[in-house]
């Protein structure tokens, strides 16, 4: 039998190192897995560099290579796929950004990059569309929310470049910076002048807003500043469908993955209930992730909490979701006609509380592959299996291949 249908799974960031609050075992080797392992033992295992050895890739890299989009090829910044994750379309002429909603202290320092995981910042978003005019620099803009404290900002106007710095120090008890042009040019300097003035105007109307005036009084940290990264123009894709002759959808509550699926070509599937984070409803995501199988040849499901946990640095509460997941995915263990392929974009090491370079599981699943004595889903176990180490855009010739979809090379 060969399989038809395609389920890639990235669990993102799932992979770690040893931890000392687990007696030196990782999140993922300490976590009880049951499904995640059968699939092992019925399955393929190796470990893969997403991007390459060394490199430690960010998720927006990272995904590019796993569905076989070389970055060096096609990256143009994580900005104009991030915005294109949420409602906004980046068309030829605009610039797209990612931005955090963080906290900065009165002494001016960042407190939160993230300002407390905050979520529902939907009103601060619009208060910040109707408040900031940035047309006395001949500039538009377009803003809207992502999950958690993610948003994405794209500028639009005549003679803008994407060739501009950050204002994330990316670190707390820094001061933020201030987003200069990378070149001489013009449409860079308008670009930087249009953030600063962005970031200033917004800093006014999150400070008044009704909604840090509450999470003061509850004692969380306020979304008192925007922090913007990623500027980039959008790059070209060939289509997902063309490239591989496969239909495909994405489901993902992380804008930025449900961009990067969008300008592949795939459809992507919003499931209520889904955060990103380690609340999210995972039983509707798999239901939603079932019912695309129906439809389509290919889905590209993430899973993004664990990710999260490894950059609070929290090695139980990512332990503990791991096994969330686990229980989540019992149902994939009933599809014997679908090749299903497991893996992480990345580790986010919790002593790190980054992305580091460390090649990340792989397990793939399915009719037609040659199953190797690996019997657990973890980054130990999986280096001794069948797949070796690979790259990250190895995985879509090796799939195609096992549904007999690979061209010949050579006559
Ligand atoms: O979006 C995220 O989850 C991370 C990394 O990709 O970004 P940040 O560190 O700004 O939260
Ligand atoms: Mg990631």
């Known amino acids: 039998m060969i399989a038809e249908k395609v389920l890639f799974l990235v669990l993102d960031g799932i992979s770690d190192r040893p931890?000392?609050?687990?007696?030196?075992?990782?999140?993922?080797?300490?976590?009880?897995?049951?499904?995640?392992?059968?699939?092992?033992?019925?399955?393929?295992?190796?470990?893969?560099?997403?991007?390459?050895?060394?490199?430690?890739?960010?998720?927006?890299?990272?995904?590019?290579?796993?569905?076989?989009?070389?970055?060096?090829?096609y990256y143009t910044g994580r900005?104009?796929?991030?915005?294109?994750?949420?409602?906004?379309?980046?068309?030829?002429?605009?610039?797209?950004?990612?931005?955090?909603?963080?906290?900065?202290?009165?002494?001016?320092?960042?407190?939160?990059?993230?300002?407390?995981?905050?979520?529902?910042?939907?009103?601060?978003?619009?208060?910040?569309?109707?408040?900031?005019?940035?047309?006395?620099?001949?500039?538009?803009?377009?803003?809207?929310?992502?999950?958690?404290?993610?948003?994405?900002?794209a500028l639009t106007g005549e003679g803008l470049g994407d060739a501009v710095s950050s204002n994330d120090p990316k670190k707390e008890g820094a001061r933020p910076l201030t987003i200069q042009a990378c070149s001489d040019d013009p449409a860079d300097e308008k670009t930087a002048r249009a953030c600063n003035e962005f970031i200033r105007q917004s800093a006014e109307i999150l400070a008044r807003h009704p909604l840090n005036a509450q999470r003061l009084e509850e004692g969380l940290p306020p979304a008192n500043l925007l922090l913007i990264r990623g500027a980039g123009k959008m790059g070209a894709f060939p289509p997902f469908q063309e490239r591989y002759g496969l239909s495909g959808s994405v489901i993902s509550a992380a804008t930025l993955i449900s961009g990067i699926g969008k300008v592949v070509g795939l459809e992507h599937i919003p499931v209520p209930g889904t955060t990103g984070s380690v609340d999210s409803d995972l039983d509707a995501k798999v239901k939603a992730t079932l019912g695309e199988l129906e439809r389509k040849d290919f889905v590209l499901m993430n899973i993004k909490g664990a990710d999260e946990a490894g950059h609070d640095g929290k090695a139980i509460e990512k332990r503990d979701f791991i096994e969330v997941i686990d229980a989540a995915l019992e149902p994939l263990l009933a599809l014997s006609d679908t090749l299903i392929v497991i893996c992480a974009d990345h580790s986010t090491p919790c002593s790190v509380r980054d992305h580091s370079a460390d090649p990340v599981p792989v397990v793939i699943r399915g009719p037609g592959v040659r199953v190797d004595p690996t019997v657990r889903f973890d980054e130990v176990s999986c280096a001794q299996g069948g797949l070796n180490r690979i790259r990250g855009c190895d995985i879509m010739p090796i799939i195609l291949d096992l549904i007999n979809k690979s061209h010949k090379y050579g006559a």
């Open 79 to 153: 900005g104009p796929l991030e915005a294109e994750g949420t409602s906004i379309h980046m068309t030829a002429g605009m610039i797209g950004f990612r931005c955090n909603f963080a906290t900065v202290g009165g002494d001016g320092l960042i407190t939160d990059r993230r300002a407390g995981r905050i979520s529902g910042t939907g009103p601060l978003s619009e208060a910040i569309r109707e408040g900031v005019d940035l047309s006395a620099l001949g500039v538009g803009f377009r803003f809207e929310s992502g999950a958690g404290h993610r948003a994405a900002l």
């Open 19 to 73: 931890c000392e609050a687990l007696n030196g075992q990782t999140p993922l080797s300490a976590a009880r897995t049951p499904v995640l392992d059968r699939l092992a033992a019925e399955g393929v295992c190796g470990i893969m560099d997403t991007v390459a050895p060394g490199i430690r890739p960010g998720s927006d890299t990272s995904h590019l290579a796993l569905l076989g989009y070389p970055p060096q090829d």
